[in-house]
């Protein structure tokens, strides 16, 4: 979902976005669903590891979710880092439309996060 938000509102001019984790899940139909809700197409998103170079050579990440920042490797010198404790929504549970919530509550924190993030570029 983070992906999704700063490809459509980041510039494409100032930031190059890309994602990726320690673990491969694929793309979950629900972080779809709640992204389409708010005209955010991500289903042609992949769920990729971390590329140690990239990582390596990036200005800014950004982690998601307790697990991602115990589990993450570390961080290089000079590399911004922010630490968003975020819910995997991917772990909610309850009734369809209880989980579909939690997808929507973290969508809506992460796209306020990434709003956050261009209002500091300008």
Same mark, same amino acid.
């Given at each position: =979902? /983070?992906? %999704?938000?700063? *490809?459509?509102? +980041? @510039?494409?001019? /100032? !930031? #190059? $976005?890309?994602?990726?984790? &320690?673990?491969? *899940?694929?793309?979950? @139909?629900?972080? $779809?669903? $709640? =992204? /389409? #809700?708010? %005209? $955010?197409? &991500?289903?042609?998103?992949?769920?990729? +590891? &971390?590329? =140690?170079?990239? !990582?390596?050579?990036?200005? +800014?990440? &950004?982690?998601l979710c307790g697990d991602s920042k115990d589990k993450c490797p570390t961080i290089p010198k000079g590399v911004v880092h922010d630490h968003w404790n975020l819910q995997d929504p991917a772990q909610a549970i309850g009734s369809d439309q209880d989980i579909l919530s939690e997808f929507r509550k973290t969508r809506d924190i992460i796209k306020k996060k990434i709003l956050e993030i261009n209002s500091q570029h300008d």
């Open positions: =979902m /983070a992906e %999704g938000y700063a *490809h459509s509102i +980041l @510039p494409k001019s /100032a !930031f #190059e $976005v890309r994602s990726a984790g &320690i673990e491969t *899940h694929g793309l979950n @139909p629900r972080a $779809v669903k $709640v =992204m /389409a #809700e708010d %005209g $955010v197409d &991500i289903s042609n998103q992949t769920s990729d +590891l &971390i590329d =140690m170079d990239y !990582f390596k050579n990036a200005d +800014l990440i &950004i982690t």
